[in-house]
């Protein structure tokens, strides 16, 4: 049975906050700890250790923050879909009341999800250490000028890359911009990191599925630098020669789930013909 409840909501959304104040009343209402914070914080919630759930209201950047804010707790994280779309997110707002005695009674199963993290070990930056739910990107800081990066891979050298960008991306962030780049589709229960070059010129410019316990080695070769992004969220700016190592993290993303999975691979057909639909609609 839950104890404590940790409610997230990105702040500036009204309809997410009088959500969140709703569902904080209902839980307070049966006696269950409940604590309201805004997603985007810094830092986040002083509420976060301990919880037995967290209830994260938007769309998939919420729960990439959420997933993130979680570590190293790992406190079950119940996205509840405020926008169009969510790969991510699985239930509406009606439903957090439908189900709220299963919530209640911890009536859920539980999908875990790999995560990636990635070390600065070389240049100004060094030793600070990200986790992200989705990628870890190494891109350019120019626009019209590619980046210099250099792919090792289990200490062994595969290529210096001429390219806009390379992506190490998890299962869950297979769908995403590693996708968008030519990627490979991966099950969410794979525990497999995929290397994709963004636009890669003159080099290996297909993917690279990697072993569970690969470890890869990104070098900065221009002397522009480049910029590290986790997640789309986190920006570090980085100079020519900084190392960045990139693993599978020790930690993993843990989703409630209310309702047994239907097809992986037939949901996110329908999400992709709805984000085009979306994206068609939005230019025309």
């Not at 569902?23 to 700890?33: D, L, N």
């Not at 707002?93 to 999800?113: K, N, Q, T």
């Not at 590693?178 to 589709?185: K, R, T, V």
């Amino acid at each position: 049975m839950l104890k404590r409840v940790v409610v997230l909501w990105p702040e500036g959304n009204q309809p997410a906050f009088a959500l969140a104040e709703r569902i904080a009343k209902e839980f307070e209402r049966v006696g269950i700890t409940v604590s309201l914070a805004d997603v985007w914080a810094d830092p986040p919630s002083p509420g976060i250790p301990g919880a037995d759930l967290i209830l994260c209201l938007g769309g998939d950047g919420t729960v990439l923050r959420a997933a993130r804010i979680a570590v190293p707790d790992g406190a079950p994280i119940l996205g509840v879909n405020m926008g169009r779309l969510g790969f991510l997110t699985s239930i509406s707002p009606d439903e957090v009341f439908g189900e709220f005695e299963r919530l209640v009674a911890g009536e859920w199963g539980i999908e875990e999800r790999l995560m990636v993290t990635c070390t600065i070990v070389a240049g100004d930056a060094a030793g600070r250490t990200f986790h992200g739910l989705n990628d870890v990107v190494l891109s350019r800081r120019a626009p019209g000028r590619p980046v210099y990066v250099e792919l090792e891979i289990d200490d062994a050298r595969v290529a210096v890359y001429r390219c806009d960008g390379m992506i190490v991306a998890t299962p869950t962030g297979s769908t995403g911009y590693s996708l968008s780049a030519g990627g490979p589709i991966l099950s969410p229960g794979e525990h497999h990191l995929v290397v994709t070059p963004v636009s890669a010129h003159l080099a290996i410019g297909r993917s690279l599925v990697l072993q569970p316990d690969s470890k890869v080695l990104l070098t900065v070769r221009s002397d522009e630098g480049a910029i590290l992004t986790v997640d789309g969220q986190e920006d570090v700016p980085l100079g020519g020669g900084a190392q960045v190592a990139v693993g599978a993290s020790p930690h993993r993303t843990r989703f409630a789930r209310l309702r047994s999975p239907s097809s992986f691979y037939a949901d996110l057909t329908g999400r992709l013909e709805i984000q085009l639909s979306s994206t068609m609609n939005d230019g025309a």
